[in-house]
């Protein structure tokens, strides 16, 4: 009896073990990195990290909404079906673009967009979260809390969700190069891009989530929420400022982006 009951102790002690692991992410900080002013109100910071798959950098841009613009980017407004990143802001005069939400293979886009307060796209009862501008205050909602406003200038519909009110969401065991938007304590927005090509930067979700959540103190973004962007060969992101210049290409053109621009 007696070795029984420590073989059933045993076996819940791994399964704790597999369970707690299941539900966490083991990211090494290599490198915080320190946020460079670019101008007033956009600041950039690379984290050098070691997740599950290898190690990766980490690019990520802060904005101010107050000193800055936030516009949903549109490749039909150029001409075509889609574009990269880097062609939208050069033809929008964004002096940064990362991509944005989902489009199926006739490059429609999958969910709400609205651009300068026209709905370019409608919005999808789907398990989804919304990237807004209101008011000129930047949201992340869960889908099914979107009400129709004509203070709502900007919105895009994606997901999962990563963080809401400084808690991480359940998420699904998925790798891939990762992009995603955050918005901090002090009401930041934060962009992220993993790796510099195509074929680096793979990350789990949680993976993602967790870096976003952790504080500053500790590596992390200091994300109160945040939200997937479209992920894998979409992943990329352009900056042009001054002198200063980011390219990070991904493996194909985008139906949509969101831009950063000066008032």
Not at 81 to 106: P, W
Not at 174 to 191: C, H, L, N
Request: glycine letters at 12%.
């Amino acid at each position: 009896m007696q070795k029984r009951l420590k073989s059933i102790l045993f076996f819940l002690i791994l399964f704790s073990l597999f369970i707690s692991k299941g539900n966490s992410a083991e990211i090494l900080i290599n490198e915080k990195g320190e946020w460079e002013r670019l101008i007033s109100g956009l600041e950039y910071r690379i984290i050098k990290i070691t997740a599950e798959k290898g190690p990766s950098d980490i690019f990520s841009l802060r904005v101010n909404p107050k000193k800055l613009d936030i516009r949903i980017l549109d490749s039909r407004d150029y001409g075509q079906k889609r574009l990269t990143v880097k062609t939208m802001a050069m033809n929008a005069g964004a002096i940064a673009v990362i991509n944005g939400g989902f489009f199926d293979t006739d490059d429609n886009h999958l969910g709400l967009l609205i651009r300068d307060g026209k709905v370019v796209s409608p919005y999808k009862k789907r398990d989804w979260g919304i990237f807004m501008m209101k008011d000129g205050k930047p949201y992340i909602i869960h889908s099914r809390k979107y009400d129709q406003s004509k203070e709502i200038t900007q919105a895009m519909q994606v997901g999962p969700r990563l963080i809401s009110r400084g808690r991480i969401m359940k998420l699904k065991r998925q790798f891939s190069r990762r992009s995603a938007v955050g918005i901090d304590d002090k009401g930041w927005i934060v962009f992220l891009v993993s790796g510099k090509t195509v074929d680096g930067g793979v990350m789990s979700l949680l993976e993602l989530a967790e870096l976003m959540g952790l504080p500053e103190a500790k590596g992390g973004l200091g994300c109160k929420y945040a939200l997937n962007l479209d992920g894998g060969a979409s992943t990329q992101l352009y900056m042009k400022i001054n002198n200063f210049r980011r390219d990070l290409p991904g493996g194909w053109a985008v139906s949509n982006g969101i831009g950063v621009f000066l008032k």
